[in-house]
């Protein structure tokens, strides 16, 4: 059994108080690579942190995020991610409804983690979602029930016999560490597109964590995908870092 654990960054509104970006991160891992992944957070924690630490970026001084990143970096999770301008959606109306937007990420996120699970892992894939504000598990085990029975949803790349969209769970962030590693790469590519109230980026995040995104089949940053198509501007703006991966998966 493969479990992808999912988290996110910035918000699904539409005010103009809202984030710039919605961000969905994702940290995947087989049954085989799971002593790897729970030694690597486990030692990070037992060196520097009380039995009750638990990793959450937002709560986090930059020192601990650059050392967790370096501690998890090179664990067998396979990072992903699916990025959402929101500014450049053709007609937001369709996504105002509570979660729509949500959902519409995961079902591209699930795209490419069932692409690999089938490719690396070779397993099933279970799903567990970071918990929020009135997120139900049966209305979104009905949303992938639409898409996997429905003859008009055009370009549905889910590989449904590698996910089974009854094992669906939520839990709290602080319970399983496959969900704190998804937290901090949804808030590293966060930090790395939306500019702060100082009008800064902050992308050295998402370059240092590089590595647990570049697993077969992917290279680069060949894991994060984002939608909508973004103007060129906003492409060489925002989008730099990206470069990073590209110039280091080239032969």
Not at 79 to 103: C, N, T
């Amino acid at each position: 059994m493969a479990v992808l654990y999912v988290d996110e960054a910035g918000e699904e509104g539409f005010k103009e108080t809202s984030s710039e970006w919605f961000i969905l991160g994702g940290s995947m891992h087989a049954n085989s690579g799971l002593h790897s992944c729970v030694g690597c957070y486990d030692t990070f924690k037992a060196a520097r942190k009380n039995d009750d630490w638990f990793f959450h970026f937002q709560k986090r001084s930059h020192d601990e995020r650059i050392g967790f990143i370096h501690a998890i970096r090179e664990a067998p999770y396979q990072g992903m991610a699916v990025m959402i301008h929101k500014p450049s959606i053709d007609k937001p109306e369709r996504f105002k409804q509570r979660y729509w937007l949500y959902f519409y990420a995961l079902k591209f996120l699930l795209e490419r983690a069932t692409k690999w699970a089938e490719t690396t892992a070779r397993e099933p894939i279970h799903l567990m979602l970071s918990s929020r504000r009135g997120l139900d598990k049966d209305e979104l085990k009905a949303y992938f029930g639409r898409i996997k029975s429905s003859p008009f949803v055009k370009r549905d790349e889910i590989l449904w016999n590698v996910f089974q969209h009854d094992e669906i769970h939520i839990e709290p962030n602080r319970k399983y560490r496959g969900l704190q590693v998804a937290d901090c790469i949804a808030s590293a590519i966060y930090k790395a597109v939306e500019v702060s109230e100082y009008g800064t980026l902050e992308p050295r995040y998402i370059t240092d964590l590089l590595p647990i995104f570049a697993r077969h089949p992917y290279k680069g940053f060949q894991a994060v995908s984002y939608w909508p198509a973004l103007p060129f501007s906003l492409h060489q703006q925002r989008m730099a870092w990206r470069e990073i991966g590209r110039e280091q998966a080239a032969p």
